[in-house]
């Protein structure tokens, strides 16, 4: 079974604008890390937003977890998170919050109106947004002898490995990050070294 480890998130902050019928629908895009960061950003958001009439939104939080919400904030159900949403299943985003203020301009918009209007705000704060992609990862901690430590670190190298941490002292403790795709195989190479501890973190 192969290993997904690598999802897209927003690296900086977009917003978008859609007007409709003198309604204005405001975007913001951002990533967020888990629900007490969306908790502490709804209330910026609000805060920024204050005298807006709706604050509806979505987000989606990490790629095993499959954690996810939205909210119509007192708009007819289903027809402001749920399009949200749907524009972040969409872009295939992971760990991405997007909130769609609205300003009510006098005319209602009906409920395929308000579908309308909160996809393409949810689409162009996500299209302005900067994305970038990131891997999900293992921690692995190596301990060996002193001697031992040339040898590990060449292959550390060869396997393009990331040192977080490392300790050179009589037991030389070396603390690597690995792709969750090649945990095993990192695993298992260091397993034929007899001088050599491996523990996963």
């Not at 910026?44 to 977890?65: P, Q, S, T």
């Not at 977080?164 to 037991?171: A, G, K, R, Y």
Request: with cysteine; proline share 1%.
């Amino acid at each position: 079974m192969e290993i997904v480890d690598t999802y897209t998130t927003i690296l900086t902050q977009g917003e978008g604008l859609y007007k409709e019928k003198g309604s204005k629908f405001i975007s913001i895009a951002t990533a967020v890390q888990d629900e007490q960061d969306f908790k502490e950003q709804m209330i910026g958001i609000k805060k920024r937003f204050y005298d807006a009439r709706h604050h509806c939104y979505a987000y989606r939080l990490g790629l095993e977890d499959n954690v996810f919400r939205s909210s119509d904030d007192g708009e007819p159900s289903g027809s402001a998170g749920k399009p949200i949403l749907n524009q972040i299943y969409s872009y295939e985003m992971y760990h991405t919050l997007v909130v769609v203020v609205r300003y009510f301009g006098g005319t209602k918009l009906g409920v395929s109106g308000l579908v309308n209007a909160y996809k393409t705000a949810a689409r162009e704060a996500i299209d302005s947004a900067k994305t970038e992609v990131r891997y999900l990862t293992d921690f692995i901690q190596i301990t060996c002898d002193y001697p031992h430590v040339d040898q590990l670190m060449r292959f550390v190298r060869e396997e393009n490995l990331t040192v977080v941490n490392q300790v050179f002292e009589m037991n030389c403790v070396l603390q690597v990050e690995v792709k969750k795709s090649l945990t095993e195989n990192i695993l298992e190479k260091l397993g034929f070294w007899h001088e050599i501890k491996v523990n996963k973190l």
